[in-house]
Protein backbone atom coordinates (compact mmCIF):
# COMPACT_ATOMS: atom_id res chain seq x y z
CA UNK A 1 0.00 0.00 0.00
CA UNK A 2 0.92 3.61 -0.59
CA UNK A 3 3.14 4.81 2.45
CA UNK A 4 4.92 8.15 3.01
CA UNK A 5 6.75 7.86 6.29
CA UNK A 6 8.30 11.33 7.79
CA UNK A 7 11.71 11.56 10.37
CA UNK A 8 13.66 13.57 11.43
CA UNK A 9 11.56 16.24 13.55
CA UNK A 10 13.02 17.00 16.90
CA UNK A 11 13.19 19.85 19.61
CA UNK A 12 15.82 22.27 18.33
CA UNK A 13 16.46 26.02 20.01
CA UNK A 14 16.50 29.00 17.40
CA UNK A 15 19.12 29.46 14.92
CA UNK A 16 19.44 25.77 14.43
CA UNK A 17 19.08 23.47 11.95
CA UNK A 18 16.91 20.51 11.04
CA UNK A 19 16.52 17.72 8.22
CA UNK A 20 13.00 15.80 7.70
CA UNK A 21 13.16 13.00 5.54
CA UNK A 22 10.23 11.93 3.79
CA UNK A 23 10.41 7.68 2.52
CA UNK A 24 8.03 6.82 -0.22
CA UNK A 25 6.75 3.10 -0.79
CA UNK A 26 3.79 1.51 -2.63
CA UNK A 27 3.68 3.94 -5.55
CA UNK A 28 6.23 4.96 -8.45
CA UNK A 29 7.93 7.95 -6.62
CA UNK A 30 9.33 9.36 -9.13
CA UNK A 31 6.51 9.94 -11.20
CA UNK A 32 5.12 12.42 -8.31
CA UNK A 33 6.18 15.91 -6.98
CA UNK A 34 6.65 16.21 -3.32
CA UNK A 35 5.68 18.55 -0.93
CA UNK A 36 5.86 19.61 2.51
CA UNK A 37 2.89 21.25 4.45
CA UNK A 38 3.06 22.49 8.53
CA UNK A 39 0.57 22.72 10.65
CA UNK A 40 1.07 24.54 14.31
CA UNK A 41 -1.62 24.40 17.13
CA UNK A 42 -4.48 26.17 16.49
CA UNK A 43 -3.93 27.03 13.42
CA UNK A 44 -4.81 25.70 9.74
CA UNK A 45 -2.22 23.25 7.23
CA UNK A 46 0.19 25.63 5.16
CA UNK A 47 1.83 25.19 2.64
CA UNK A 48 5.97 25.13 2.95
CA UNK A 49 6.86 23.95 -0.36
CA UNK A 50 7.27 21.58 -3.43
CA UNK A 51 9.48 19.83 -5.80
CA UNK A 52 8.43 18.79 -9.42
CA UNK A 53 9.58 15.54 -10.62
CA UNK A 54 12.73 15.84 -11.92
CA UNK A 55 13.28 18.84 -9.96
CA UNK A 56 12.71 21.58 -12.56
CA UNK A 57 10.35 23.47 -10.50
CA UNK A 58 10.56 24.44 -6.77
CA UNK A 59 8.31 26.28 -4.83
CA UNK A 60 8.17 27.92 -1.34
CA UNK A 61 6.54 29.54 0.60
CA UNK A 62 7.14 33.78 1.81
CA UNK A 63 7.56 32.47 5.02
CA UNK A 64 10.39 30.18 4.80
CA UNK A 65 12.06 30.63 1.76
CA UNK A 66 15.87 31.34 1.70
CA UNK A 67 16.05 29.21 4.84
CA UNK A 68 14.66 25.89 4.02
CA UNK A 69 15.56 23.83 0.60
CA UNK A 70 13.20 21.18 -1.10
CA UNK A 71 15.01 18.02 -2.07
CA UNK A 72 14.36 14.61 -3.10
CA UNK A 73 16.18 11.13 -4.27
CA UNK A 74 14.49 9.36 -6.79
CA UNK A 75 16.78 6.53 -6.54
CA UNK A 76 16.08 6.06 -2.58
CA UNK A 77 11.98 7.13 -2.84
CA UNK A 78 12.79 9.94 -0.56
CA UNK A 79 12.50 13.32 -0.07
CA UNK A 80 13.85 16.01 1.95
CA UNK A 81 13.91 19.64 3.82
CA UNK A 82 16.44 21.02 5.10
CA UNK A 83 15.62 23.89 7.61
CA UNK A 84 17.75 26.15 7.96
CA UNK A 85 17.87 29.08 10.33
CA UNK A 86 15.13 27.98 12.59
CA UNK A 87 12.27 30.38 14.30
CA UNK A 88 9.78 29.60 16.87
CA UNK A 89 6.97 29.93 14.35
CA UNK A 90 8.19 27.17 12.58
CA UNK A 91 6.84 25.02 15.56
CA UNK A 92 4.29 22.82 13.95
CA UNK A 93 3.84 18.95 12.40
CA UNK A 94 5.35 18.74 9.34
CA UNK A 95 3.65 16.53 6.57
CA UNK A 96 5.18 14.89 3.61
CA UNK A 97 3.02 14.54 0.53
CA UNK A 98 3.41 13.44 -3.08
CA UNK A 99 1.11 15.22 -5.83
CA UNK A 100 0.60 16.32 -9.20
CA UNK A 101 2.01 19.59 -10.49
CA UNK A 102 0.23 21.50 -13.26
CA UNK A 103 -0.35 24.97 -13.08
CA UNK A 104 0.01 24.12 -9.08
CA UNK A 105 0.48 21.58 -6.85
CA UNK A 106 -1.76 19.56 -5.68
CA UNK A 107 -1.06 16.70 -2.69
CA UNK A 108 -2.91 13.04 -3.25
CA UNK A 109 -0.41 11.37 -1.12
CA UNK A 110 0.16 11.76 2.78
CA UNK A 111 2.34 10.81 5.56
CA UNK A 112 1.63 11.03 9.01
CA UNK A 113 3.96 13.80 10.77
CA UNK A 114 7.00 14.82 12.50
CA UNK A 115 6.57 17.23 15.10
CA UNK A 116 9.13 19.91 15.21
CA UNK A 117 9.79 21.90 17.70
CA UNK A 118 11.84 24.98 17.74
CA UNK A 119 12.37 26.53 21.49
CA UNK A 120 15.28 27.73 23.89
Known amino acids: QVQLVESGGALVQPGGSLRLSCAASGFTFSDYAVGWFRQAPGKEREFVAFITRSAGVIRYANSVAGRFIISRDNAKNTGFLQMNSLKPEDTAVYYC?????????????WGQGTQVTVSS
Open 97 to 109: NAGYYSASYSPKY
